[in-house]
């Protein structure tokens, strides 16, 4: 089991930038390691579903992101300090959501909410026009 801890949002004018950051906070001797865990961001809007943003592999060498936010977020992560993080710029009223992080012992980034069984409790990104 993972505990996902997200920071970082905010409110922010239209072109503005944000970095989020998802921490997995210490770990159990016989727990799996965060560098074993798919880690993806998704976000909610009000009233809409929750929706794939962006996600990494466990090395960080191959990420897949939502058409939405190609050129403009960043997935990455560092291991040694069990976070990951997302680079949003150019940000639009659009990105305005509730953004979580999710994590999975899986080998290949999923797009699907369901593939993921580890979340953070969110962290409010409110963009402004």
């Known amino acids: 089991q993972v505990q996902l801890v997200e920071s970082g949002g905010g409110l922010v004018q239209a072109g503005g930038s944000l970095r989020l950051s998802c921490v997995a906070p210490g770990r159990a001797p016989s727990a799996r390691a965060f560098s074993t865990y798919i880690i993806t961001w998704f976000r909610q809007a009000p009233g809409r579903e929750r929706e794939f943003v962006a996600g990494?592999?466990?090395?960080?060498?191959?990420?897949e992101y939502a058409d939405s936010v190609k050129g403009r977020f960043t997935i990455s992560r560092d291991n040694a300090k069990n976070t990951v993080y997302q680079q949003m710029n150019s940000l639009k009223p659009e990105d305005t959501a509730n953004y979580y992080c999710?994590?999975?012992?899986?080998?290949?980034?999923?797009?699907?909410?369901?593939?993921?069984?580890?979340w953070g409790q969110g962290t409010q990104v409110t963009v402004s026009s």
């Open positions: 990494i592999s466990w090395g960080g060498g191959e990420t």
């Open positions: 999710a994590a999975d012992p899986r080998y290949t980034i999923s797009i699907q909410r369901d593939d993921y069984a580890y």
